[in-house]
């Protein structure tokens, strides 16, 4: 792996690291998961910061996602997930 590579990958891996050793079980999996992929989406996402479409955009992916995790895991799978600090 190149050091160009690497520094693409990092604020990833810093942000997965965070969720799997802190967040899913602090904050719950979906408020978790939401920070996550928003978090993700914006470092990656090539569209470019100060525009607001970009953000909307951004915040409509991640409410669909969200939405698509919820009906997978909850409803289709009846999987437990970690307990929600919200709710």
């Not at 602090?26 to 953000?55: E, M, N, Q, R, V």
Request: net charge positive; charged share 10%; aromatic share 18%.
């Amino acid at each position: 792996i190149t050091l160009v590579q690497f520094k693409n990958l990092a604020p990833g891996l810093i942000v997965a690291l965070i969720y799997i050793f802190w967040a899913a079980k602090g904050l719950g999996f979906y408020t978790a998961t939401t920070i996550a992929f928003f978090i993700l989406l914006c470092l990656y996402d090539p569209a470019p910061h100060t525009a607001l479409k970009s953000w909307v955009k951004r915040i409509i992916t991640t409410a669909c996602f969200m939405a698509i995790m919820y009906g997978l895991f909850a409803r289709l799978l009846n999987v437990y997930t970690p307990r929600e600090i919200f709710f």
